[in-house]
């Protein structure tokens, strides 16, 4: 049997019950080791398993899945993904070739990012699409996610972004000399989060020029047919910094799980620090935005009286 | 302290290892009956947990929350919740209570179906909003969950629906008259919702006429700057039930979990047992639809022939 085994968000113990019981009786453990990270190492879960694990790297999913699943019809297999097996990528392809080899395969389910950023206080219901933000380098600056947070924002929904890891990655060098030498990981935080989304809006919204639109401007998003539940929004968040609410989040699920809420602009200015240590994900507000959700997310913010402000003027909360 | 503790999807072993740690050092253990349910009753999950268990219905938790907080700041509480804590409702007020009482509280994430849904095999990237179906009566026909489903499939995006539940509900009558007699809990099938998103459509699109819209209709929503990664569509998905593929999902995390995919036609003419017990949930399938994608939820076609052949001509899916 192949077990496909979520390790939920932080350490050893996140793991369930029944997840656990199929890694014991697991001839060999695998870890996928590429989209995500536990707040522990591989050690630490070795110790409380008491098995080895083998990391498997993207190479080694992607090209050795035989070796990953041999005898795995004849004796159990473990494949250990941090948070839900589903959530950064659906390891579709390892499923549809166990079952081509007549291998049995059960998914065990665990918390990830994608529901755990619940504990905001945001309604899951009100978020749009997930987003990722990758690394800018001098070559290569993509920009599509932008459009992904504003097709969420013109339905009202919070976007959810996740930012870029690098692990094991090669420099262009060492990939071109076949040189198996391997950059040190790297996270992205907040602030490059919000820095590489500013760099792409217009110099009016950047903060590289002064005229910025002001809480009495017509909202041309408005209409009449939006449900009495939905409070009348004054101005439509455009993604102008001082206008648009967000909450970042770091480490969730872990007892230094870290929350910061405000305008972009306002956690643009603060350091790296005061965002807690990796992973970081950061959750863009939109209008679908209540006054208990206000109230929750306030005791992480920066500036409670703007944030208050900002909620009232911008997204028309109400209490 | 205060431990808000996601259990999960299925028995009593979906718990982790840290909240069950949790449950056995508490002194009260609660548990949140109205959202979701599991697919063991409490008996199992008290002689699990060696702990007994009070059920804290909608009325408990909305009204008499100081009950459930009493004295946590002496003493450890567990507050226990189906899926995820913060899944289908944030308990933000419980949580605000705590903090004005200062009794600190820990959450431990689990998994919840706004996750697990990747099971299905579609990138949890890739979905909109999550709605909610409710159950019609005859004086009540809510209908705006059919816009929000529309909203999605305008940007392409899939839709997960979850299911209305009926837990302690009481008749008009003994409302009425003050008697606390409560209705057998009534879980909302995958035909009852497919049938009541049929009577929403305009004739041409419920079954009720025969002029339906053909593959070779030009699509009015297709533009030029796509993605190169997305599929060049044909026709939209406009929710025309021959021309729309979905997913449904029972039981999800569990053993006996059954998915049965196809067009929203085929799935309205299968028995009820053909989707297996409840809790059911439905994918709305959107345009970001992939090759892969349609191969691995192919294995629970309906008809494979019609399920390749919609991809493809209504999802422009190509190998």
Request: glycine fraction near 6%; hydrophobic fraction near 40%.
């Amino acid at each position: 049997m192949l077990y496909l085994i979520g390790l939920g968000l932080s350490d050893e113990k996140d793991v369930t019950v029944r997840g656990l019981e199929a890694i014991k009786k697991s001839e060999r453990v695998y870890l996928e080791a590429y989209t995500s990270i536990l707040g522990v190492g591989k050690e630490r879960l070795e110790a409380f398993y008491e098995k080895d694990i083998i990391v498997a790297d993207r190479d080694m999913v992607e090209t050795e899945s035989d070796a990953i699943l041999e005898r795995a019809n004849e004796v159990d297999v473990s494949f250990l993904v941090v948070g839900d097996p589903f959530g950064a990528t659906t390891h579709s392809d390892l499923l549809l070739r166990a079952e081509a080899l007549s291998i049995p395969y059960v998914v065990i389910h665990n918390a990830s990012v994608m529901n755990a950023v619940g504990a905001v206080g945001l309604a899951l219901y009100n978020y749009g699409q997930t987003i990722s933000i990758p690394y800018f380098n001098e070559s290569w600056r993509p920009d599509s996610w932008l459009d992904r947070i504003r097709e969420n924002l013109s339905l009202d929904l919070h976007t959810l972004c996740l930012l870029d890891i690098k692990v094991k990655e090669q420099s262009i060098e060492n990939l071109a000399r076949g040189r198996k030498i391997y950059e040190p990981p790297r996270f992205m935080s907040v602030p490059t989060a919000i820095e590489q989304l500013l760099s792409l809006l217009p110099p009016s919204l950047n903060g590289k020029d002064t005229a910025t639109a002001t809480a009495s401007d017509p909202d041309p998003s408005m209409t009449d047919d939006r449900s009495p539940l939905t409070p009348t929004p004054t101005l439509s968040p455009c993604l102008d910094p001082s206008q648009t609410l967000c909450i970042s989040l770091s480490r969730i699920g872990d007892p230094s799980q870290t929350f910061v809420s405000g305008t972009l602009e306002e956690l643009s200015h603060l350091d790296e620090d005061a965002f807690g240590g990796p992973l970081h994900s950061l959750v863009i507000v939109g209008k679908r935005f209540h006054a208990l959700e206000r109230d929750f997310a306030r005791r992480w913010a920066v500036n409670k009286e703007s944030w208050d402000r900002v909620a009232r003027e911008v997204y028309g909360v109400r209490d």
